[in-house]
């Protein structure tokens, strides 16, 4: 009897395991990873509904493979869809320029991670759907390996006002050429009571706020102690320009007229006080639908540029899609396949973006997306392109076009297109990189007395110094001459 | 005590076999056969759970590419650990503050958990202490991420209680002076009610009748605390204290990271080995540089954890932890 | 003070000490209760009073809006506590027997592989291979994602906790007993299972605690290997929103639409408190009913006969 059972079992355990296996229908699965955005947890069982949604979809089109697709939360994002790349569980895998750790862009190339598409692209939908230049520009050494959401690809920074304060003060926008000009409007904002004057909203803003000057193609604020000088071109140590002196001289000079309080850099500020009262002028960066500056932030506010618009190598890396290394050549091509269809397909597009049209989203009045609900939560900007997807409530009616505009008006960095490789100098760059914390950081919020502001840049500079930032230095410069000569 | 009795009690039993054959480790196991089954089940579970991702340790040497993996990637030495030691300075401060705080959490944190044990075991009212000490376990429970807006609430330099209360407005986030101070208050209010239950169950296990012995000789209630209950806290001191210097060069990262908003005024003390290597992870794709962190902080543990030990065995071989 | 009676219990007794330790004791259970209490209030703040005034033990106004964003989850709060419950129960009681009978074994005197049974102890409270090689190996090789064997397993087996129970096995069982067992003609099974264990009671109720909160509180191993809702623990449910809020804390480089997109109108603040009230609220309630037992544990090893 016993030995019955035990057959017995061992027979269903077999079964279960080759059911499982294999997949009821041996098509290819091709394996997605993505971030979800939302302070909420991830909901499962809504996202295998839209999975599942998509996969019918796709058998209607005659596809010959379907998606399996994995959410994991913004907060967890770096680390698990690090491991799953890692442990080669994902085909798909969404990232960014700015995100962190092993999924950012310029640390899955260099540990090959990612797989060249260069020749599996051209003639398809999906190479098609997007200009030249977004391919172009995305390109690391002349290969492909990211497809670029298209958006807004361009990078370019603006004032931010609360309207309310500029009709208080009868403030014009358009005089502030440069920061000092805001002066006048900070002084009448603190004498009339508001903590928040100036918002930095806990940002360390000098690799943001002077790309007019140099363009940071390292990418992210830790490493902004080097950038090409667009007036020279050629790498410089950012810390020895007086722009950056200028920059922490004035966020000094304003923490002590009190007009940036010191919430910005004990990292107080929350992402709520935007939607206060609590502000006067704060930033914002460059879109083409500014006006939903007025929805996020639950009240009016007037925006009005700072800088130029331009394309860097990293501004058309701001959300991505690649596809992982230890995919096979017949499952990238089918890869390929499905992005092209996300990209062109505009109900493919929706159901991949917002979730079930009824349940997730409905139309409302003008054709535009109205959203229901939290369970899957995206939007366009880290899902497919802006040409084909319908486009969310209060955007502007020719939403495509509105970006092919605000991408066509930007200015091309002459470091455009340049990758810089660090790997010979890993242990000194992230040691740099290790000091924005103590130093950088506080210099740009306001985390440094006026009168010790030279002498702490004296500091960071010495502290690079000693981590060997004179290596990184040489070794971009290098870099940055050969792909000067190579254009 | 209780060992050299069981010495010699097994001195009794084990009746004289065969010289040769009785000092085989063979034999040896094979008469200890059921101990042998008995560690089985938490010897596979350490072994599948724990020592087959050792393996891992090799990345420390080797310019991992998880494409490569672990046999495939290239060898590169010591050069990994270099991260950790090209900034002296860095390096200097943040091994200091990590070796201050583990003296200082440890020896004030074993002191406070027997005060407590030894003050809630002394105390009468049974029911009221019950009460204290459910209240006292609670903060474990609360993560870091929410303790941080709770020393926020309470230091903050405009709206922090403590400011409030005392008229004052320090700005305590831009002093490092003071964190040596407030992170030990923090750690203190997390673990010392839980801790100390560990010491209580101790006390428990204390025979009563050396405290019946002990009043009949006239003995007053410090003189029973010094020479009945804390020697026979000793052994559970002795051993604890030798497994925590094997944790020397690590830290709660939550305390550590959390707790101070990561803020870089304040790292000259509240920099950490884990908060630099924390940083690591988050600004370099280099997968071998944590993993020769990590070896490093766990051989000089190691090391540690072999002089601590020998130390004791000379002084109290009973006490030791191998 | 005068000459004592041979009673022992000193029930009738109350010396003046006994305030003052009371008094201490006080204190203390203030200085540990205060932030909590602040935790339970702000859980009931409103977002708008949190950013105007700070946290506060009398805030300007009340909201449920903090403990709705919690309580929103709804069913999936009950599923969470339920798997959060079996693992502590069947980690903890699985963990306590193996881990016994481990120390139990390495104990003995006479057998030579307790040595190497310590040093096998030791090796990995010190030496780890880090997280990937971790996930390469549960999920690649034994294929346990969604498991509840990786929320149980890692936490089972703990060398502090073995070395705990080894000592108390050394420190406070006396050999005589279990000579005088054998002697009696019991096998090494029934001296353990029968003599040995329920002498454990103390350290096997402190240790039972200690594993039980590290279970409770664990987040690390289900943030990797779960995603199925059935399989969520109660932290993992919750501390998302607080992780998700340290990710906009800590990136430095995140665009504009991702705070946006997060920024939201979950009131960050009174969510965060209100998850730790979620964790905390039944501890406090279930705890008073197990201390009854806890302390009847711990105080068993008083009586020895």
């Known amino acids: 009897m016993k030995k019955k059972i035990l057959a017995a079992l061992l027979v269903m355990t077999m079964l279960v395991g080759l059911l499982s296996g294999c997949g009821a229908s041996g098509k290819s699965k091709i394996k997605i990873t993505r971030a979800l955005f939302n302070l909420e947890a991830v909901d499962e069982a809504q996202v295998k509904k839209v999975q599942d949604a998509v996969n019918a979809y796709l058998k209607e089109k005659g596809c010959n493979f379907e998606v399996a697709i994995t959410e994991i939360n913004s907060g967890e994002y770096v680390e698990k869809a690090g491991n799953a790349v890692a442990s080669k569980e994902v085909n798909i895998l969404w ?11 310029s640390a899955l190339v260099s540990n090959g991670m990612v797989k060249d598409i260069t020749k599996l692209l051209p003639d ?59 002066e006048p409007l900070l002084k009448q904002c603190k004498d009339g009571g508001l903590k928040y004057p100036m918002l930095l909203q806990k940002a360390a803003l000098f690799w943001r706020f002077y790309i007019d000057k140099f363009d940071f193609f390292t990418g992210e604020t830790e490493s902004n ?10 790498v410089v140590f950012t810390l020895d320009t007086p722009e950056y002196k200028e920059y922490a001289n004035i966020i000094a000079d304003w923490r002590e007229k009190g007009y940036v309080h010191e919430d910005e850099y004990t990292k107080v500020v929350t992402d709520t006080t935007t939607q206060s009262d609590l502000w006067g002028v704060s930033w914002w960066t460059d879109t083409p639908n500014n006006a939903e500056a007025n929805n996020r932030y639950g009240q009016e506010v007037v925006i009005n540029p700072l800088t130029e618009r331009w394309a860097h190598s990293n501004s058309a890396l701001g959300s991505c899609y690649c596809i992982t290394a230890n995919t096979s050549d017949k499952m ?71 970006y092919k505009q605000f991408n066509g008006t930007a200015k091309t960095s002459c470091a455009a297109g340049f990758r810089f490789d660090f790997s010979s100098v890993s242990a000194e760059y992230t040691a740099c990189k290790n000091l924005h914390a103590e130093y950088g950081f506080l210099l740009e919020t306001g985390g440094v007395a006026k009168a010790d502001v030279d002498a702490k840049i004296a500091e960071y500079k010495k502290a690079l110094q000693d981590a060997g930032v004179q290596k990184v230095i040489d070794a971009f410069t290098e870099q940055y001459n050969k792909f000067k000569a190579g254009k | 005590m209780a060992n050299t009795k069981a010495k010699k009690a097994e001195q009794v039993i084990n009746a004289p076999v065969s010289a040769k054959k009785k000092n085989s480790l063979w034999y040896n196991t094979k008469k200890n056969m059921p101990f042998v089954i008995f560690a089985l089940p938490a010897f596979l579970v350490l072994f599948f759970i724990m020592y087959v991702p050792m393996g891992g340790i090799i990345m420390a040497f080797q310019d991992f590419k998880p494409m490569q993996g672990f046999f495939g990637s290239r060898f590169v030495g010591l050069e990994n650990f270099k991260f950790l030691f090209t900034s002296k300075d860095v390096f200097y401060r943040m091994t200091r503050n990590t070796i201050m705080y583990y003296f200082i959490f440890t020896l004030l944190g074993t002191f406070l958990n027997i005060v ?47 400011n409030k209360v005392l008229g004052t407005s320090t ?121 020769a962190a990590s070896l490093f902080q766990s051989t000089v543990g190691l090391v540690m954890m072999l002089i601590a030990n020998a130390t004791v065995r000379k002084i109290s071989p009973d006490n030791s932890l191998f | 003070m005068g000459k004592e009676k041979i009673v022992v219990k000193d029930k009738v007794r109350i010396k003046p000490g006994q305030f003052v330790l009371g008094f201490f004791l006080l ?80 104990s003995r005197p006479g057998f030579r592989l307790a040595k190497f049974l310590s040093i096998y102890l030791l090796i990995p409270m010190l030496f780890n291979g880090g997280q990937l090689s971790g996930y390469i190996v549960f999920t690649g090789y034994y294929h346990l994602k969604n498991s509840l064997l990786l929320l149980i397993l890692p936490l089972c087996v703990t060398t502090m906790n073995v070395i705990i129970l080894r000592t108390y096995i050394v420190n406070s069982i006396p050999a005589e007993l279990m000579e005088a067992a054998k002697i009696d003609g019991a096998n090494e099974y029934r001296t353990f299972f029968g003599i040995c264990l329920p002498l454990m009671k103390p350290s096997l109720a402190a240790v039972g605690f200690m594993m039980a909160t590290a279970y409770w509180n664990d987040w690390q191993n289900a943030v990797l290997y779960i995603d199925k809702n059935a399989k969520k623990p109660l932290q993992l449910l919750l501390y998302n929103i607080q992780k998700n809020i340290d990710f906009l804390l800590n990136n430095n480089n995140v665009p504009q639409a991702v705070r946006d997109a997060m920024g939201g109108t979950i009131p960050k603040n009174a969510a965060t408190m209100a998850t730790v009230v979620v964790v905390i609220a039944p501890i406090m309630v279930a705890y008073p009913f197990f201390q009854k037992y806890f302390v009847k544990g711990l105080t068993v090893g008083s009586v020895k006969g």
């Not at chain 1, 208080?168 to 920061?179: A, E, I």
């Not at chain 2, 000490?133 to 020393?151: D, G, L, R």
């Not at chain 2, 630099?276 to 993993?291: C, D, K, M, Q, R």
């Open chain 3, 27 to 106: 204190i203390y259970t203030l200085f540990c209760l205060l932030p909590v209490l602040l935790v339970f209030i702000v859980a009931f703040t409103s977002e708008a009073a949190i950013s105007a005034n700070g946290f506060s033990f009398f805030p300007e106004e009340w909201s449920l809006d903090g403990m709705h964003s919690v309580l929103k989850y709804g069913t999936q709060l009950i599923t969470s506590y339920g798997v959060t419950i079996f693992i502590v129960v069947v980690g903890t009681l699985t963990g306590l027997l193996i881990m016994s009978m481990y120390a139990y074994s390495i």
């Open chain 1, 95 to 105: 990232t960014a320029s700015w995100e962190e750790g092993k999924i950012k862009t």
């Open chain 2, 116 to 162: 407590l044990a030894i003050a809630l075991d002394q105390f009468v009212f049974k029911k009221v202490g019950r009460l204290m000490q459910t209240v006292m376990i609670v903060p474990i429970f609360i993560s870091y991420a929410a303790v941080q807006f709770i020393v926020y609430a309470f230091i903050a330099s405009d709206t922090g209680l403590i």
């Open chain 1, 124 to 182: 398809t939908a999906l190479y098609k759907s997007m200009d030249q230049g977004q391919w172009e520009a995305t390109k690391f050494d002349g290969k492909n390996y990211f497809v670029p959401v298209y958006k807004d690809n361009v990078e370019g920074y603006d004032l931010m006002y609360r309207k309310a304060v500029l009709d208080k003060y009868n403030f014009d926008v358009t005089s502030v050429k440069k920061l000092t000009d805001l």
């Open chain 1, 225 to 234: 102690f080097v950038a090409v000088d667009r007036a020279s071109d050629s």
């Open chain 1, 332 to 402: 990238a091509k089918q890869c390929i396949e499905f992005l092209g269809l996300l990209y062109t397909d505009k109900k493919l597009a929706d159901l991949y973006t917002y979730g079930i049209e009824g349940e997730d989203w409905k139309l409302d009045a003008n054709g535009q997306v109205e959203k229901m609900g939290k369970k899957y939560n995206h939007s366009m900007w880290e899902s497919v392109s802006a040409l084909v997807i319908t486009p969310e409530a209060g955007s502007p009616a020719d939403f495509a076009g509105a």
């Open chain 2, 171 to 291: 700005s305590f986030y831009a002093k490092p002076g003071y964190w040596i101070v407030i992170l030990t208050i923090v750690k203190i209010w997390n673990s010392v009610g839980y801790g100390s239950v560990l010491y209580m169950s101790v006390l428990a296990g204390i025979d009563t009748t050396y405290y019946e012995a002990a009043q009949i000789d006239g003995a007053n209630k410090w003189q029973q605390i010094w020479h009945i209950t804390l020697p026979s806290l000793v052994p559970m001191i002795t051993v604890m204290l030798l497994l925590s210097v094997g944790n020397i060069m690590r830290s709660d990262t939550g305390l550590f990271f959390q707790v101070t908003r990561d803020s870089g005024a304040l790292y000259d003390t509240t920099q950490v080995i884990d908060s630099y290597v924390l940083h690591a992870i988050i600004n370099s794709p280099e997968y071998g540089f944590t993993a």
